[in-house]
Every structure is written in C-alpha cells, then in structure tokens.
C-alpha cells in the first residue's frame, strides 16, 4: 500500500492494535463516528482532538489512517514528537494524500521553522480540499505556539474532546485486551493494576505487557501475589 510503504520509508510505523475496533469507545462514540464519515468525504474535512496523554489520540489517529487504507484512500500519519528533529521537507508533497494525520501538535512550541510549515502544509490541504486530523494535548491557542496565523488555521475546523475513561472501563479495556493475547486477567487484578500503576492507558497496557512475559516465563497465573512480585510492589 502506498500509505504504509512511505510511512516506512520515514522509519515510522502504525501500531498493529491501532484500529477502532480495538478501541474502548466509551464516551468517544460522537468523536469516532465523526472520525469515519471524515474518511469518507461525508463529514468535517478539519477534526481537532484535545487529549491528554494515554487517552486515545493516538490510536485513534492511527486507526483512521488504517481505516483509509481499508476504503481506498491513500492516508499519512505523522508523529511531530518523532518528526520535529528531522527536517520540515517530509511534509512536502504530503497534500497528495486523501488523509493526513498529525499527532502532538503542542511538540510544535520552540520550532517556529516547523510552525511556518505546518501553515503553509495546512494551506495546501486546505486548497486540495484533503481530510486533516491532528491531536494535542490542549486547545490551539493553549500549546504554546507563536504563529498567529496557525493558531487560527487550527481552529477553523470541528473540536472535540476525548473524554478519560472511568476506572471501571479501564479494567474491562485490560481485560478484553488480555483476553485477546491468550491470558485470563480477573478484574480483581485489574483493579489492582489501576489503583497501584501509572493511570494512563498507554502505561497500564506496557505494563500487561510486561506482566504477560513474566507469567509466560514462570508458566504462573496473573494474580495479585504475582503482579507483586513481578513489579516490585
């Protein structure tokens, strides 16, 4: 595919598990259904996401792009916290795709170089009439940004806010997800995992991961005595 071929080019990759259906939509259905009818041409061509982190932006920026690639549209995804130390030329011709997605705008603050280009990019997509989603950690005027210009460029299209998932969902995120590797994680240990753990998902499923290898090599069930000893608690 066009669009996997070029993010590898740039050493960049799409998480396997980054899809929307292995996303908990949990108060988000607004958030994904807006995400899809965008890909489609049926919706907002500009989507804004404000998340703070482990909350899902960039899954579900990932997800969109391999949705595209499921319905026949060439699509981009850009991680700017990996891309800032590269130079501004990899967004050039980025307007020919049907589907650019950016990802941690707020890294932009302290780059004024990339800042221009993100404008100028933005134009090209806006003229070529292309879908743009892009996340960060807050509200355009709130990341630290000192192009004028691109404050505003990024509040031209729709807004939303990815909305934390209760502690309770959380458990049956790391449930269904270990499910899916092949362990059996009762929720006892999964509130556990939350209430001892960094709270953010991205940590709580490094940390499944971490527990899915220990168990795997000592052949032991996931309990709570075991999450213990394997994490030091």
């Known amino acids: 595919m066009q669009t996997l071929q070029a993010q ?6 799409l998480q396997d598990e980054a899809t929307f259906n292995n ?9 994904v259904a807006a995400l899809q ?29 391999r949705y595209a ?17 590269l130079s501004t030329e990899i967004l050039h011709g980025l307007e ?6 950016l990802d941690d705008l707020h890294v932009l603050s302290g780059h004024p170089e990339w800042e221009e280009a993100i404008f100028h990019l933005y134009n090209r997509l806006y003229e070529a009439k292309r879908s743009l989603i892009m996340a960060a950690h807050d509200l355009p005027q709130s990341i630290g940004l000192t192009l004028p210009d691109l404050i505003s460029r990024l509040s031209w299209g729709v807004t939303y806010q990815i909305h934390p998932l209760t502690d309770e969902e959380k458990c049956k995120v ?16 999964g509130k556990y995992m939350i209430t001892h753990c960094p709270r953010h998902m991205s940590a709580l499923f490094s940390v499944l991961d971490l527990l899915d290898k220990a168990s795997l090599a000592a052949q032991r069930r996931l309990t709570i005595p075991f999450v213990k000893e394997v994490l030091q608690i």
């Open 96 to 101: 020919n795709y049907a589907l650019i997605c």
């Open 174 to 189: 790391l449930i269904l997800r270990a499910k899916r590797r092949g362990m059996t994680l009762s929720e006892e240990v």
């Open 37 to 65: 009818q965008s890909i489609c041409a049926q919706g907002e061509k500009i989507i804004y996401l404000c998340s703070a982190r482990g909350q899902g932006a960039s899954h579900l920026l990932q997800a969109a792009c």
């Open 8 to 13: 590898l080019a740039l050493g960049l990759s």
């Open 23 to 31: 996303f908990y939509v949990g108060q988000n259905a607004e958030v």
């Open 69 to 85: 690639d499921q319905v026949g549209c060439s699509a981009f995804y850009l991680p700017l916290a990996y891309s800032v130390s």
